[in-house]
């Protein structure tokens, strides 16, 4: 019913789903597999030297016990640091070699494919880390002010939203294997199924 003084609403359009057109759909440009190689996991994430733990010093006055607790402080970050490099390290370096073959060999993965591998198993190893140490911590930590949820939760739910797109470009769920296309040529018969 129109009302006098307003325009009248347009009409709703309807999307069609599919290839209503039946134009003719690109494939996408194709690149030849290539063997990827595993990179150097140092450097992402780098060993470092811890020093030695500060001492406390005997008869401070207050400004010190304040300088001796800030350096008590530096040293701590530094050691979880050097422990999550070592983690890291180990974490990437598995992962890649878990998912990395069947991806060449179920996808095809190509030269230009390497970074968002690398990128995959860096996500995975610091997610896991977060994780391991939210678990060390707890998801509750004192603050200035009290009882405060841990940072970590909120870097590891960033680095879950990173990983799921990993996943989907990758396909590395159910859903996402179903829409990867198995590079030609590459099927001898069931010798080559990783699987078995």
């Keep these: 019913m129109a009302v006098p003084g307003r325009k009248p609403k347009p009409p709703l359009q309807v999307v069609r789903e599919g290839n209503p057109g039946r134009r003719p759909i690109r494939e996408g440009v194709k690149l030849p ?75 095809g993965l190509s030269s230009v494919d390497r970074s968002t591998a690398v990128d995959y198993c860096v996500c995975v190893a610091r997610l896991e880390w977060c994780e391991r140490q939210l678990s060390i911590e707890g998801l509750v930590t004192m603050g200035q002010r009290g009882p405060c949820r841990n940072p970590l939760t909120t870097i590891a739910s960033q680095y879950r939203t990173q990983l799921k797109t990993y996943i989907g470009e990758l396909g590395l769920s159910p859903s996402a294997r179903g829409r990867l296309t198995p590079p030609e040529g590459g099927d001898d018969g069931d010798d080559d199924d990783p699987f078995d």
């Design 33 to 107: 597999p290539s063997e990827l190689i595993e990179p150097d996991w140092a450097i992402f994430f780098p060993a470092s030297r811890v020093p030695d733990k500060p001492r406390a010093p005997r008869g401070a006055d207050d400004e010190e016990l304040k300088a001796y607790r800030h350096e008590v402080q530096v040293w701590q970050r530094l050691k979880v640091a050097a422990e999550a490099a070592d983690f890291g390290r180990e974490v990437a370096g598995r992962e890649w070699q878990r998912v990395v073959p069947v991806l060449q060999h179920m996808a």
